[in-house]
Every structure is written in structure tokens, then in C-alpha cells.
């Protein structure tokens, strides 16, 4: 389980561009759930994952995974409990390695490396049953380096990456935005078969109202730092992109100008 | 050239091998440009002949030069990872204060070597002349060094340092200490050079306080010459690729103060070296500029 209690962020505090990434945020996350969260540019979704991440540090408040307070732990000693998968397919793997050394990379996360080589047999027979599973025909491309890849592959490849070792929960930072809308719904679809598949604790920021009702079962809406809107269960069912755009211009106070953009 | 003198090169070329694989792992593998092998290199010499003259065992003593090259490096990292001083001004502060540092170890600017054992004594009874001995013993060292290289940064470790300086961001959210890995990998990378400037002291015969002036420049130009000929698919290419740029950066050194009609002499090394990396490390992006305009055309 995650809590976050009374996280406050401030970026440039005390100067004129002083702002407030997140004021005062509660949130329990329970073991097993898929939240989805959107909200406008700035509206302190990236911070937040940022904060469970150990990439941003809150001013004040606690993070707590499974009742383990986490808070001055860096995003290191933290990838432990935390994996994510960045927005830009090329922030996700380095690109002069191969496929197989940067799975290595991914499947010493929450252990001690050591001096032995990093990839052996083994490994390299669960690397390839694993990549093989993608359906994407890259179990024979293992020696190639990532960076002869597509997006799309990538950040499929990155998604086992983060899913190879146990994790508390696991972050996806707009992870379908920067591909085309094909292969933006085949790593969609990938996400729920692995998030399901293993039972994860997920939280996914997307930029589209239509994703956030379609995939998890909890949706939270960002706005000024503040969580506006959490539902889930039934009243979230009942939910049409249209019920959130109407609340999202609510809460906004002003008719949306980027409603292309929210609905993709 | 003689085969004096083109032994002589070889032998210059493996010894400048092992700053090469220095330079390698600070400019590539960590993406962290690190001069302080300028006084890395005298700081090994001087720990090495000072300890030998004094009667410890050469061998024991260019051990202490690594460790005072790791010693070297690992200042220059904890100032960049602890204090957030940019590495490049890192290592120009740690490399000023090595060259105090070096004047105190000696206690003057030169300490001879002559008639000292040197690690190279006991292979001296297998009966090869010395131009021979030094260079193959040199070869064995680095193709050790070379293997040593490649099997660490092939480790679950030595991968951590590869994403380190590839990816930082990405290397941290797999758990990866990036502050750790540069400590570590600036120590490793110059206790390399530091035991270069201890075999340095040892062939040459003395430690100077002026002998580590432009040993990065000579160890860049090796690692892009390596590139050049080489290719850097694998850690193992590139590794001996920095060896085999550093020989043939000799070689052609030699050449180049061999032939008479050229005019060059020993003092116009620098300036060569200088406008060799200079020239190698602007021709991919002037060969680029180049084919975009003939396609703009």
C-alpha cells in the first residue's frame, strides 16, 4: 500500500515564479489498484509521480510504501519498492547497449549488483521467453543495441524492464504519448495484460480523459496541485469523457481550449 | 627508423595504453571529462621512484602508485559528486594540487632510478636485449589490463557505470548509485594512469614533476584513434581499440620525427598532438555539415 500524507511541493519558493506544485496532497493507493491520473499542464501530475519516484523531494509530508517511510530515501535506494517507465521512449534504456544488457540492467533492480557477469545463460533464456512473449519478434534481437529500436519497441522493452522484478508499484509517466496511435493502443494493451497479469499496484498519468475511464479502475483528476476529483467502482462506470470534461471545465472555472488534445 | 627506435614506439604506445584505457572509461564509459590524469601520471612516478629509492619492492611500489592515482581520482569525483563543483574544474583543481602534491612526495622536481631494481629486473636473466624485454612485458601487462577492463565493465557492476554515464536518469530508477559509480569508476581510471607513470619512472629511469603535461591530450587522441580503426560494438573493441590507437599514435610519431624533410622536432610533439585531436574530433560533425549542404544544393 502507498501513502502520501500532506506532501507539499514548491518549486523557486520565495521568488516571483514561485509555485506550488503540490499543496498539501493525501492519498492512499491500496495494494492491487490501477489509478489513472490526468489534470491540465502544470496541474502537478508529473510531480507527483516525481515525489513517489524520490526524483522530487516533498518540502514536507511523509510517503509511506507498505508502511515503510520512504520520504528522504533517493530514487535509487528507492527503485527497490518503485519502477517506472518514462514518457520519452529513449529516456527509458540507453541506447548504446543491447536489448539483453539493459534487460540485465533492469533485472539487478532491488539487488546488489556484483562483480559477476552481467549476463549469463540463464538470463538469457528468461530474457528471450520474456521478450518473446511481446509478439514483436525481438527474442532474436537481444544482441542488438536498443538504439536501433523503435519507439514503440522500446518502450514495450521498457515495460518488461520494469515489470522483471517485484515492484510496490509501478509508475507510467504518459508512457503511450509520444507514439503513433497505433502502436500507442498495442502498449496499451500490452500495459493491462502485464498490470493485470501480475496483479500490480499501478499509477498511470495520461493526457487522455478517454484512457483515464478506459483502463484502471480508480481515476484521479489533478488540478493546482490538488486532487479534485477520485472516483472509482460504480460512479466511475457510469462515467462518460464528456461527464470529466464537463467537471474539468468546472473546476478550471473557464471553457477548455485544448479539448482536442484531452481527447486525443 | 631503426628498430630501436620502433621498438622504443611500441613500447611508448602500450605504456600510453593504459592511460588510454583510463581515458576510455572517464570520457566514455562515464561520460565524465576528467583531466586529472595530467597529475595522475606524475603523481605515480613519483610515488613509485621515491618508494623504490628508498628500498621498498618495485613491485609493491607501483602497487602504492595506483592506489595514489585511485587516491587522485577519487578527490576529483568527491568534489564533483559531494560538493557539485562541474568535473571538468574537478579535475583542474585536483590537478593543480597534485602538482604541490608531486613536489612534496619527491621533495624536489626529479627523483632518478638509476641502477634500481625495476619491475622489469627479473625478466632480465631470459637473455632478451632490454628493447625487446620492456615491450613484451608491457604487451603481456596490457592484454591483461585490456581483459581485466572488458570482464568489469561486462559485471552487473561494471554495466551499472555503463548506464551511469549513458543515462543517469534511467540508471537511478534501476537502482543504480550514479554518485558511487563515478567515485568508483574515476578511481579505477586513474589508478591506471597512476601505475602507467610508475612504469613510466621505471623505463625512463626518474620521475619529473613535468612529465604528466598534456598526458590527457595523448590519451584522447589514442581512444578516437581507436575508434577510428576500430569498431566500438563491444566494450572488448573498444578497449583494444584504445591499446591500438596508442601504438599507432606512437608509431606515427616516430615517423613524423624521422623524416628530415618534414622539419619537426621533439618540441613541436604537443602542438601535433593538439591539432590531431583537434582535427579528429571535429571531422564528424564538419563531414556531416558538409553532406547537408551538398544535399541542400
Known amino acids: ?264 | 627508423m631503426s628498430l630501436i627506435a620502433f621498438l622504443g614506439a611500441i613500447e611508448a604506445g602500450l605504456l600510453f595504453g593504459l592511460v588510454a584505457l583510463g581515458v576510455f572509461i572517464s570520457f566514455r564509459i562515464l561520460d565524465f571529462p576528467d583531466l586529472t590524469v595530467d597529475g595522475s601520471l606524475p603523481l605515480g612516478a613519483a610515488t613509485a621512484a621515491t618508494l623504490i629509492v628508498s628500498g621498498v619492492d618495485p613491485y609493491l611500489a607501483s602497487l602504492a602508485a595506483m592506489a595514489a592515482g585511485a587516491l587522485a581520482g577519487l578527490v576529483t569525483a568527491l568534489l564533483n559528486v559531494w560538493l557539485g563543483i562541474l568535473h571538468l574544474l574537478a579535475s583542474i583543481l585536483t590537478m593543480i594540487s597534485l602538482y604541490t602534491i608531486n613536489l612534496r612526495v619527491m621533495g624536489k622536481p626529479n627523483q632518478a632510478l638509476l641502477g634500481e631494481a625495476t619491475v622489469f629486473t627479473p625478466f632480465e636473466g631470459l637473455g632478451l636485449p632490454f628493447y625487446w624485454l620492456t615491450p613484451l612485458c608491457l604487451l603481456v601487462l596490457l592484454t591483461l589490463a585490456v581483459w581485466l577492463v572488458n570482464r568489469f565493465l561486462s559485471s552487473e557492476i561494471g554495466l551499472g557505470m555503463r548506464a551511469t554515464g549513458a543515462n543517469p536518469r534511467m540508471a537511478a530508477a534501476q537502482g543504480i548509485e550514479t554518485g558511487r559509480m563515478k567515485l568508483l569508476g574515476i578511481a579505477l581510471s586513474n589508478s591506471l594512469v597512476g601505475l602507467a607513470g610508475a612504469l613510466f619512472a621505471q623505463i625512463q629511469g626518474g620521475a619529473d614533476i613535468t612529465m604528466g603535461v598534456g598526458v590527457i591530450v595523448v590519451g584522447l587522441a589514442a581512444v578516437i584513434l581507436g575508434e577510428a580503426l576500430l569498431s566500438t560494438r563491444t566494450i572488448l573493441l573498444a578497449a583494444i581499440g584504445c591499446v591500438i590507437g596508442s601504438i599507432l599514435y606512437r608509431l606515427a610519431v616516430a615517423f613524423a620525427l624521422n623524416a628530415d624533410f618534414l622539419g619537426l622536432q621533439a618540441q613541436d610533439l604537443k602542438l601535433i598532438t593538439a591539432l590531431l585531436v583537434v582535427i579528429a574530433m571535429s571531422l564528424p560533425g564538419l563531414r556531416r555539415r558538409w553532406r547537408s549542404r551538398r544535399r541542400g544544393r
Do not use: Y
Open chain 1, 1 to 264: 500500500m502507498i501513502r502520501l500524507e500532506r506532501i507539499r511541493v514548491t518549486f523557486h519558493p520565495g521568488s516571483a515564479v514561485e509555485t506550488r506544485a503540490l499543496c498539501d496532497l493525501q492519498l492512499n493507493i491500496s495494494a492491487g489498484e490501477f489509478v489513472t491520473v490526468i489534470g491540465s499542464n502544470g496541474a502537478g501530475k508529473s510531480t507527483l509521480l516525481n515525489v513517489i519516484a524520490g526524483e522530487t523531494h516533498a518540502d514536507s509530508g511523509r510517503i509511506l510504501i507498505d508502511e515503510r517511510d520512504v520520504t528522504g530515501w533517493s530514487t535509487a535506494r528507492r527503485s527497490a519498492l518503485v519502477a517506472r517507465v518514462f514518457q520519452d521512449p529513449l529516456a527509458g534504456s540507453c541506447e548504446n547497449l543491447t536489448l539483453q544488457e539493459n534487460l540485465a540492467l533492469a533485472s539487478c533492480r532491488g539487488h546488489r549488483r556484483s562483480l559477476r557477469p552481467a549476463v549469463n545463460h540463464d538470463r538469457h533464456n528468461d530474457f528471450r521467453h520474456r521478450i518473446a512473449q511481446l509478439g514483436l519478434g525481438l527474442d532474436h534481437r537481444l544482441n542488438d543495441r536498443m538504439g536501433l529500436l523503435s519507439g514503440g519497441q522500446r518502450q514495450a522493452v521498457s515495460l518488461v524492464m520494469a515489470t522483471l522484478n517485484p515492484t510496490k508499484i509501478l509508475l507510467l509517466d504518459e508512457h503511450t504519448a509520444a507514439l503513433d496511435p497505433k502502436t500507442a493502443a498495442f502498449v496499451m494493451a500490452l500495459t493491462d495484460r502485464i498490470v493485470r497479469g501480475l496483479g500490480l499496484t499501478t499509477m498511470m498519468v495520461t493526457h487522455s480523459m478517454r484512457q483515464a475511464l478506459a483502463h484502471g479502475d480508480r481515476t484521479l483528476m489533478l488540478h493546482e496541485g490538488r486532487i479534485v476529483l477520485d472516483v472509482a467502482g460504480a460512479a466511475r462506470s457510469r462515467m462518460q469523457v464528456a461527464d470529466l470534461l464537463q467537471l474539468f471545465e468546472q473546476v478550471r472555472g473557464q471553457a477548455l481550449d485544448d479539448d482536442k488534445l484531452l481527447l486525443e
